[in-house]
T-cell receptor, first 111, second 113 residues
Framework: DQQVKQNSPSLSVQEGRISILNCDYT??????FLWYKKYPAEGPTFLIS?????DKNEDGRFTVFLNKSAKHLSLHIVPSQPGDSAVYFC??????????FGQGTRLTINP | KAGVTQTPRYLIKTRGQQVTLSCSPI?????VSWYQQTPGQGLQFLFE???????NKGNFPGRFSGRQFSNSRSEMNVSTLELGDSALYLC????????????FGNGTRLTVT
């Protein structure tokens, strides 16, 4: 069974600093990993993805790193802004169009 | 371009009743997926429809069903509601290409009393 785990339910970071969100996974195959952001009363919004054949993908302030030997995925947000305060979910594909999500990490950016 | 639209936003039902939720995908998207979000289980995949056919199904009982229409709009139905069915139900649409991110609606909050 392919799983993703986010072991930190919450994270607090000062505005302007780097936010690092982590995710561990099991049973890797050729997959895509994705990060979603969710505000209260809204659906998740796609942020960034990475193929399992890559180590890094960058999009503006967001960078995702994939460490295949450690089966670890991380999302870096630099610099962190107040609007980044949300719940972040990592996810992996399991067959076409099916995503398996982690439990989420609540990120709070403090002014 | 309009996003994924889910109706209704909120719903209160009684145990034993049934409920139908509706989803209109982004124009041009032909794949529609449904997810359930609860505090205990997180976001869990229910099923996916493409070209009016269920292509993939999660580990939910047969009380949960869905369908897709020729215009790609989708509905999901839950029969014989249980208290544990209280959740946020999210619909997502995509192109169903090699890897295309899912675009989620804002969900339907179902409360079963």
């Amino acid at each position: 069974d392919q799983q993703v785990k986010q072991n930190s339910p919450s994270l607090s970071v000062q505005e302007g600093r780097i936010s690092i969100l982590n995710c561990d996974y099991t049973n890797s195959m050729f997959d895509y990993f994705l990060w979603y952001k969710k505000y209260p009363a809204e659906g998740p919004t796609f942020l960034i993805s990475i193929s399992s054949i890559k180590d890094k993908n960058e999009d503006g302030r967001f960078t995702v790193f994939l460490n295949k030997s450690a089966k670890h995925l991380s999302l870096h947000i630099v610099p962190s802004q107040p609007g980044d305060s949300a719940v972040y979910f990592c996810a992996r594909t399991q067959g076409a169009q099916k995503l398996v999500f982690g439990q989420g990490t609540r990120l709070t950016i403090n002014p | 371009k309009a996003g994924v639209t889910q109706t209704p936003r909120y719903l209160i039902k009684t145990r034993g009743q049934q409920v139908t939720l509706s989803c209109s995908p982004i124009s041009g998207h032909r794949s529609v997926s449904w997810y359930q979000q609860t505090p205990g289980q997180g976001l869990q995949f229910l099923f996916e429809y493409f070209s009016e056919t269920q292509r993939n199904k999660g580990n939910f009982p047969g009380r949960f069903s869905g369908r897709q229409f020729s215009n790609s709009r989708s509905e999901m139905n839950v029969s014989t509601l249980e208290l544990g069915d209280s959740a946020l139900y999210l619909c997502a649409s995509s192109w169903r290409g090699a890897i295309s991110p899912l675009h989620f609606g804002n969900g339907t909050r179902l409360t079963v009393t």
